[in-house]
């Protein structure tokens, strides 16, 4: 590798190499500062109340899944208390995550055991609208999604969510 | 259902499936490591998922996830390994100045355009728990990863490593693999840290612990391979201390902050390479991790590869995007280096396209940073599409730029040292297809019988394929079939040497190449090298006890050349053990018998016979016919009188021709067959050679022929083995008689279907 200690190539390679760590350092530095990322609002959400027309002891769970600015979403209505099972049911709404919003929506059939006020015309899956905000305030208590659901033709339900404690997925490889 | 149980079925369902859709992968000549991959993304939401997703639920619920993990990090630990000991540190110095340049710059450029992208890219697919120098360093890391394991394999597919373009692509892929590495492990650190300054001193441990693994690691190895070299066996105390010693490193490294793979990479590079240990090592480690443990990881990472989420065109876009960036970080930097190092443009090209095959090595870096959370299942998803994409379009690619022809003419050494330089242009071309050189003495003296040294300028290709089944085993590394060829070229030199007589050996110009399939690969060289006729020994195959079975079948049934299968059955005198080789007495060629019935594959036998004939003085052919009972008489065809009178008298009067009735032609063969030194048969119905409706031959008159055989079979309509013989003068009279029938010569030589007799 004698060749390598010519001045030229000794040289070229220290532009190269230079030119790259301060290319890098300038994008990271730009990035860092003006680029803002969407928050980490992945995680299952229990609402604090029944949804309409479902028995009262059950609760609505909505699994949020975020790559950045892309949502997918399952909504789940289930006991209250019970235990998170089903977590990699397909998610079946689709969103985004536009001017700090939730917006999610797709077909879903977890209000086949409800009670819907809007004509029961025995459709399994029913289109619902999820619009809302997150708000993760203090670092110790969890966020909350507060924000209206929309099911069919029905008039929105305000609802108000918690962020189950996320069992930290322990870092597996 | 227990997990045990449930986890057991899984992994019988992807071992299954890895090996059926490698094997159609295999088929569309890509590597088979890709239809792995592809098998494991199938078995995950993409395809499973999608159309059976009850189904997909209960073999794949979440509850056994984590147990695949665990296995799939195993596999992947001594997978790293292996990498390792193929790592030849020759690679790394590399021949060529410009290797080292090209390969700097191939990781400068698409580590910069990834940097680039990410300020596209963070906003949108990543969220504020990840660091922006983070997601930037894995991305740009992502990107400048080129998979050496899968670039050396089709290098050494495509017979490139002994080229020029061959080694600088191999020492190109060993310097980028290392460096990207180091980048993944810096990012792995900023990640963890996430912070540059915070991963300063996860960076500073692992330099040294490379650097303590690297000599103080391989000065112990050194030792072992040493012990090795005295005991001559691997065993199983050593072997597990070995294994002891990956595994460890593998945690000592994920103790310092990178990854559990370099710890078990590092230990396999610090093995002392081309030793006996190191061989051994790799084929006791390799076949239970390539075959089981490695698709359960491609498995593990396909049940996390979801094509579903990409279901808007915008979506869709920003993969094309990342696949543009990717291919052309790669491919410009490449080219470009290359060109300004004084490469030319098609070699340029090349090197560019294999440059960017990404396979193995970037899904395991995608796992990793998926694991890690720097990249989401979305980005996930679309760069191991990149990967797939770069990988699979490489061998079509490279095929396409640059023509494997020209290739071969950069050959860094000539693969003929020490052998008669080819003679300019020959005439006549024999192709032998030569399993093992031990024992095809025979074949190859009739194949010299039939080329002749002074009839016309031909030339004998004995072809040695060198059969790579095993994907990704130690023994496909260029290296180790550079190994190979070189073994096989000798043992074909001392088969050569042993040829009779001494004039016949100029002619004989050995091929010898790796393939995976080899009867393809014979078709298809002799389409190359135009031979005139394949001629091949017979094999009995595995299964069958055809004769004209198994390889032999395939290559009759494919080829566009003239054939000739050759029986051999003249008996072995038992030799003694101390004579090395086994010197066998050149065969016999003094007694010829041709069964002739009006047909093409006769015609043929019968031209190759006059070829002998002519090449051997002292040779006599009898040309017999059958006459069916009540059937009017056979008459010679005028066409055949008219080549007889042709030729010169004293080999005119080497020929008899002998009519005889009977009423099963291939019992008369058979019968008159005794006492004959050799047999040509044409491949008809006649003498119990025919084709039936499978493809398969009935090989009858092979069984029960009492001399040695030669089946014929013709395919080509314009070959003709008999334009030199008919012009051929005696050598004794010196004088040219040809000149009889002048009208009948021109007929003769023009008629485009060959000799037809």
């Known amino acids: 590798m004698k060749g390598h200690f010519h001045p030229k190539t000794l040289l070229f390679y220290g532009t190269m190499i230079g030119s790259v760590l301060i ?8 990035g860092e500062k003006h680029l803002k990322a969407p928050p980490d609002i992945n995680g299952r959400y229990i609402s604090t109340q029944a949804p309409p027309g479902c028995p009262d002891s059950t609760r609505l769970a909505l699994t949020l899944l975020q790559s950045g600015i892309y949502l997918h979403g399952a909504v789940h209505v289930e006991e209250t208390g019970a235990e998170a099972k089903s977590a990699q049911d397909k998610p079946t709404l689709d969103g985004r995550w536009e001017q700090s919003q939730v917006v999610l929506s797709g077909p879903t059939g977890a209000f086949a055991n409800c009670n819907l006020t809007a004509a029961s015309d025995g459709a399994v899956n029913r289109e619902v609208n999820i619009q809302g905000q997150i ?28 962020r189950q404690a996320v069992a930290q997925k322990s870092s597996d490889h | 259902m227990s997990t045990v149980v449930l986890v057991l079925i899984e ?28 098998a494991g993304i199938m078995l995950g939401p993409s395809l499973f998922g999608l159309v059976a997703p009850d189904l997909a639920n209960a073999l794949f619920p979440a509850e056994a996830v984590p147990f695949l993990n665990v296995l799939s990090q195993v596999g992947l630990i001594f997978f790293m390994f292996l990498i390792g000991l193929e790592l030849d540190p020759k ?8 290797a080292v340049l090209t390969s700097h710059v191939s990781i400068v450029v698409p580590f910069s355009l990834g940097a680039i992208l990410s300020l596209l890219l963070y906003p949108l697919v990543s969220n504020d728990a990840v660091s922006f120098t983070a997601f930037a360093l894995f991305l740009g890391a992502a990107m400048s990863i080129t998979a050496f394991p899968v670039l050396a394999r089709i290098i050494t597919e495509n017979n490139l490593q002994g080229t020029r373009l061959g080694t600088l692509a191999l020492t190109c892929a060993a310097v980028d693999d290392v460096t990207a590495w180091c980048l993944l492990a810096m990012a792995i650190a900023v990640t963890r840290t996430n912070s540059v300054v915070g991963a300063l001193p996860t960076l500073f441990t692992s330099a040294i612990y490379i650097g303590f693994m690297l000599t ?44 559990l793979i370099f710890g078990a990479f590092l230990i396999g590079a610090a093995m002392p390479k081309h030793e006996g240990l190191t061989r051994e090592l790799a084929g006791k480690t390799e076949d239970f991790v390539l075959t089981f443990l490695l698709p ?43 060109r300004v190092g004084g490469i030319r443009h098609a070699e340029a090209t090349a090197l560019g396209w294999l440059m960017n095959t990404r396979g193995l090595t970037e899904l395991i870096v995608l796992n990793i940073g998926l694991s890690l959370g720097v990249i989401s299942p979305l980005l ?40 008669e330089p080819m003679p300019e242009s020959p005439t006549y071309r024999i192709l032998v297809p ?20 002074n009839l016309q300028s031909a030339v004998v290709h004995p072809l040695n394929l060198v059969l790579l089944e095993e994907d990704y085993a130690y023994a496909s590394t260029p290296a180790e079939a550079d190994r190979l060829i070189a073994r096989q070229q000798e043992q074909l030199e001392i088969l050569i040497e042993s040829l009779e007589p001494p004039e016949a050996r100029q002619v004989v110009h050995p091929i010898i190449r790796i393939s995976n399939d080899v009867a393809r690969e014979t078709l298809q060289i002799a389409d190359r090298e135009q031979a005139d006729l394949i001629l091949m020994g017979w094999h009995r195959p595995a299964f069958s006890d055809n004769r004209l079975g198994g390889r032999v079948g395939q290559i009759l049934s494919g080829s566009k050349t003239d054939v000739a299968v050759f029986v051999d059955k003249q008996p072995i005198e038992k030799q003694p053990i101390e004579k090395q080789p086994a010197e066998k007495q050149p065969i016999r060629l003094n007694k010829l018998l041709v069964p002739y019935k009006s047909g093409i594959h006769n015609d043929l036998g019968l031209e190759l016979a006059l070829r002998i004939l002519v090449n051997h003085p002292e040779c006599h052919l009898t040309v017999l016919r059958v006459n069916l009972p009540n059937q009017p008489p056979d008459e010679l065809s005028y066409e055949f009188r008219g080549v007889l009178s042709q030729l010169y008298e004293s080999l005119r009067d080497r020929i008899t021709l002998s009519v005889v009735e009977s009423a099963e032609p291939l019992q008369a063969v058979v019968a008159a067959s005794e006492g004959v030194d050799l047999t040509i048969a044409g491949a008809s119905r006649e003498w119990g050679i025919e084709r039936q409706t499978l493809g398969k031959y009935t090989d009858a008159l092979a069984v029960k022929c009492d001399s040695s055989l030669l089946i014929t079979r013709r395919y080509s309509q314009v070959t003709s083995h008999m334009a030199a013989v008919l012009t051929a003068t005696d050598p004794a009279s010196g004088s040219d008689v040809a000149s009889n029938n002048t009208a009948n010569s021109d007929a003769a030589n023009n008629n485009p279907s060959g000799a037809k007799l």
């Open chain 2, 296 to 338: 359960i990881f491609f498995a593990y990472s396909g049940l996390r590869t979801e094509i579903g989420l990409l279901n808007t065109p915008q979506l869709w876009l920003l993969c094309l995007a990342v696949l543009a960036v990717a291919i052309f970080g790669k491919f410009v930097g490449t080219y470009v280096a290359a």
């Open chain 2, 91 to 98: 690679y790394l110095s590399g021949q060529l100045e410009i």
């Open chain 2, 380 to 419: 996930f998803t679309m760069l191991v599409i990149m990967a797939l994409v770069t990988t699979f379009m490489t061998s079509p690619l490279l095929e396409w730029s640059y023509s494997k022809d020209r290739m071969r003419q950069d050959l860094i050494e000539p693969s003929e040292a020490g052998l």
């Open chain 1, 23 to 30: 290319l890098f350092r300038i994008t990271s530095a730009y």
């Open chain 2, 434 to 453: 030569v399993a093992n050189p031990n024992t095809q003495q025979g074949l190859m003296q009739l194949a010299t019988a039939i080329a002749g040294t």
């Open chain 1, 135 to 162: 708000n993760s305030s203090a670092s110790d208590t969890p966020a909350t999604l507060t924000g209206a659901l929309t099911i069919a033709d029905s008039p929105p339900w305000q609802f108000s969510a918690e």
């Open chain 2, 216 to 259: 103080v690691g391989r000065w112990f190895l050194k030792r072992l391979a040493m012990h090795y070299q005295r005991t001559g066996k691997l065993t199983q105390f050593v072997l597990a201390g070995i294994y002891m010693g990956v595994v460890a490193s593998a945690l000592i490294t994920e103790i310092i902050g990178i990854h």
């Open chain 2, 11 to 38: 992994v019988l369902l992807v071992i299954g499936l890895s090996r059926l859709v490698g094997l159609g992968f295999r088929w569309l000549r890509q590597p088979l490591v890709i239809g792995e991959i592809v």
